[in-house]
């Protein structure tokens, strides 16, 4: 419940970033024809390009680099949430470091009693170095403290399931587990519908711009296409790594995807209802 409050609360102050980001959005749609010409125009002229190329962003109210910031806090927020969901212990419960040592050593010390009793005799004539060559390593040790010493102490103690799902789990080291997908699949719908929602409200504003323009054939926009192939890449990245990671990260994506598929459908709204009564009003 904590992980989707935050990102409500987080939208709902980023909201006016996203109103201008969409208003921007729309400008640029506008400029593009305009940034053609002056491509062709200065095309063995790289420095008069860029500067009449700032000069159109200027006198058209576009800023090429608006998102830009939008984008960094979005990244910082998803490194504050995996370290969040990966250190539960430290970041949630303030557990004295010296006790998680403690409890890591314990755990380690019995992954590797384990191992040491499944050698064969060969394997148990090897040397005591190349043994701790094989010592294993866990890239999550406060889970597995969670899961193994929470019984024994309420001081490690946190119940990190979410409507019967573990938040906790990992879906590559829980295969046996089908719910340990469920999150990661949602989130794959709910970026392809966001997909196909930009893509959509893109057609519309491409469309309703050639019928400006008397139906002029469309050429090629190379930055469109970069875009799109961009759509399609992060999300296959984003479920990459919420597979290696625990579901609290999978599910702060999903909070967002479901929150941006809400506010675009309303921004997108609003804006065309604003754009309907400019135009009644000129």
Do not use: H
């Not at 250190?87 to 010296?98: E, I, N, Q, R």
């Not at 893509?199 to 054939?217: A, C, F, G, I, L």
């Amino acid at each position: 419940m904590a992980i989707i409050l935050f990102s409500l609360i987080i939208k709902l102050a980023m909201l006016p970033i996203s109103i201008k980001q969409q208003k921007t959005m729309k400008k640029t749609v506008k400029v593009q024809e305009e940034l053609k010409k002056l491509q062709v125009k200065n095309k063995n002229n790289p420095e008069a390009l860029q500067r009449e190329t700032m000069e159109l962003y200027k006198r058209e109210g576009v800023n090429p680099f608006a998102g830009c910031f939008s984008t960094i806090v979005q990244f910082v927020l998803l490194i504050s949430v995996f370290f969040l969901v990966k250190s539960p212990l430290t970041y949630m419960k303030k557990v004295d470091s010296d006790l998680i040592k403690k409890y890591t050593d314990e755990i380690n010390s019995s992954m590797v009693s384990e191992e040491n009793t499944e050698v064969n005799n060969s394997e148990s004539e090897k040397t005591e170095n190349q043994k701790e060559e094989k010592k294993p390593t866990d890239a999550y040790p406060e889970i597995s403290i969670i899961r193994e010493k929470s019984k024994d102490d309420e001081k490690i103690y946190i119940n990190m399931e979410f409507l019967g799902l573990d938040l906790s789990s990992i879906p590559s080291k829980d295969m046996g587990d089908f719910r340990t997908y469920i999150i990661p699949v949602l989130y794959v719908i709910t970026t392809f519908i966001s997909i196909k929602i930009t893509t959509s409200m893109q057609k519309k504003q491409k469309k309703e711009k050639m019928d400006s323009e008397e139906n002029k054939p469309e050429e090629p926009d190379v930055m469109a296409m970069t875009n799109k192939n961009m759509q399609y890449m992060m999300p296959i990245l984003a479920v990459s790594v919420s597979l290696m990671a625990p579901l609290g990260l999978a599910l702060y994506w999903l909070t967002n995807n479901i929150i941006m598929i809400g506010e675009r459908l309303l921004l997108n709204t609003f804006m065309k209802d604003k754009d309907k009564e400019e135009k009644e009003n000129a």
